[in-house]
Every structure is written in C-alpha cells, then in structure tokens.
C-alpha cells in the first residue's frame, strides 16, 4: 500500500448492493491499520450514508470512492438521482455525524454525495 491509494466501486443502487461497499471499506479499513471498533463503525457509517442517498436513486449506479492513507480511510458515497437534500434530521443522519470524521453533503445538479473519513483514535489530523 503507497499513501494515499485510491479504490473506486459502483454498485446498482438499490439496499441489495449496499453490502458490497460496507465489505469493501471494512477490507480497505484494516489496510489502513484502523482498530476493529474503528472499522465496525466505519462500516455502519458506510450503511448509513447509503440510507440517506438511496431514497434519491433513479436508476444510476451508486459508487463509492476510498481513499487509503495511514491510520485513515476517506470514504465518498454519490450517486445521480432526484434533485433534493439528503435527510439531516433522522437517525441516519444524527448516527453518522456520531461515526465519523469531516462529515460533508455534497449535491451538483442532480448528483448528490454524502463524504467522510474515519481516523485511527490518536491519528495525525
């Protein structure tokens, strides 16, 4: 692993796939040397950025993109859906921010993303 390796994966985008990207930031979690505490939430963040973005799929893929560097993984869930706003006052939402690090919603036309990263506890910033 050389710092900053970057993982790309797009799925259908329905809750049947969502499985895949949680497996795949929890394989590239323990790459980055995070405990495993860190990478069980870091999967159910994972789970929980999906949840806020499937309600707004028409058909496009979901994808994720990881970034791996030491003690971190940075995780972007998009996809192109409805125009709209992510749900910011649900569980989905108040258990994310609880999760992880830099929480970031991003929306560009019709594209809406949800972007975090998750440090191993005592990481450089």
Same mark, same amino acid.
């Given at each position: 692993?050389? +710092?900053?390796?970057?993982?790309? %994966?797009?799925?259908? =985008? ?18 980055? +040397?995070?405990?495993?505490?860190? %990478? ?6 994972? +789970? ?15 994808? !994720? ?10 995780? =972007? ?5 409805? =125009?709209?706003?992510?749900? &910011? ?19 560009? !036309?019709?594209?809406?993303?949800? =972007?975090?990263?998750? &440090?191993?506890?005592?990481? !450089?910033?």
């Amino acid at each position: 692993m050389s +710092d900053n390796d970057v993982v790309e %994966i797009s799925v259908p =985008a329905s809750s049947a796939y969502v499985a895949t990207l949680r497996l795949t930031a929890s394989s590239l979690a323990g790459q980055a +040397d995070l405990t495993v505490d860190e %990478i069980d939430d870091l999967a159910l963040a994972v +789970d929980e950025a999906c949840a806020l973005l499937l309600p707004h799929a028409n058909g496009g893929p979901l994808t !994720g993109r990881f970034t791996i560097a030491p003690g971190s993984l940075s995780v =972007a869930v998009g996809l192109s859906g409805d =125009a709209g706003e992510v749900d &910011r006052t649900g569980f989905a939402w108040t258990l994310l921010s609880a999760l992880a690090d830099n929480l970031q919603v991003g929306s560009e !036309g019709t594209a809406l993303s949800v =972007a975090f990263t998750k &440090r191993r506890q005592g990481a !450089g910033s």
